[in-house]
């Protein structure tokens, strides 16, 4: 759809559900088809990382996980009438505000749980503080630039590429209660590590980089997450944060480990990097 732009354009003119679901159909029924290494190595890590299930179970998960993926990339046309409270019900909102209200800088981190980039869109609408979100571009430039365009008009500053840690740390130290949001689970070297769901690693990554941030500049950890509850509708959980002034390393990553990889396994059907981790062997990628 994002290499499409066609049907992109043809999602924005449709009503936001009827574009969800749509987008739900297509990526089970075509893109399913045409990504089956995907799809081989989502299986491959929900039966390890839920041995319990029987396979129907599974399949119904992997299956519910395709609409997922097709209905987020949909609703990207749509994130504008999506935020809002109609559409995003937030767990124990008084101490979700009062957390934003609070002082000082904020890593606002999370997982590509649900529609992350509704969430996004969700903690800027939700806040007066000065936001920034971390990025890369796909290989692909047709989608590359897809996604910008369809990003700039929810997402406020966005940054990436060389140069991005000088500007992030220029935003943490000069902009008022500034917030910075991270996805922990993107892919490096064909591999995800982070959750890291009992595997000897150390931190890398976006979370090495956040946590370097963290200490520098004072900035509290927002762990938090999007699930889908039903079409565009969506539950916003979240953790107390978590200060870098109380807390070592050692302990905020695994409460970040702990907290977000009970999410993604609890809510395998809308992780989005099930199929870009390779469990079978620890450290290694899927060829």
């Not at 209905?71 to 409270?85: F, G, Q, S, Y």
């Amino acid at each position: 759809m994002l290499s499409n732009p066609f049907l992109f354009a043809l999602m924005r003119h449709l009503p936001a559900p009827v574009a969800s679901w749509l987008g739900g159909w297509l990526s089970l029924n075509v893109a399913r088809r045409t990504m089956k290494l995907r799809d081989a190595r989502a299986r491959a890590n929900l039966a390890i990382l839920r041995p319990h299930l029987s396979q129907a179970e599974r399949e119904a998960i992997l299956t519910r996980r395709w609409i997922n993926i097709g209905r987020t990339v949909a609703e990207l046309a749509n994130i504008d009438r999506l935020v809002n409270d109609a559409h995003v019900r937030v767990i124990d909102r008084p101490g979700y505000k009062q957390v934003l209200d609070g002082p000082g800088p904020m890593i606002a981190f999370t997982c590509h749980l649900g529609n992350w980039d509704l969430l996004a869109a969700y903690i800027k609408w939700s806040t007066d503080r000065p936001g920034l979100g971390v990025y890369e571009d796909p290989d692909d430039p047709k989608v590359a630039a897809q996604l910008r365009k369809a990003r700039s008009s929810y997402m406020g500053e966005a940054i990436g590429g060389e140069g991005a840690a000088r500007g992030v740390l220029k935003h943490l130290t000069q902009k008022d209660r500034a917030t910075l949001y991270i996805l922990a689970d993107e892919r490096r070297d064909r591999q995800v590590w982070f959750p890291t769901f009992g595997r000897p690693l150390e931190p890398s990554g976006n979370l090495s980089i956040a946590l370097r941030l963290a200490r520098k500049v004072g900035a509290r950890f927002l762990p938090f997450y999007l699930v889908r509850t039903g079409g565009p509708h969506f539950d916003l959980h979240w953790h107390p944060p978590l200060d870098p002034r109380e807390m070592s390393d050692a302990q905020i990553v695994g409460a970040l480990d702990r907290y977000l990889g009970e999410a993604c396994i609890a809510h395998a059907d809308e992780w989005l990097a099930l199929h870009d981790m390779d469990l079978t062997v620890p450290g290694h990628d899927v060829t």
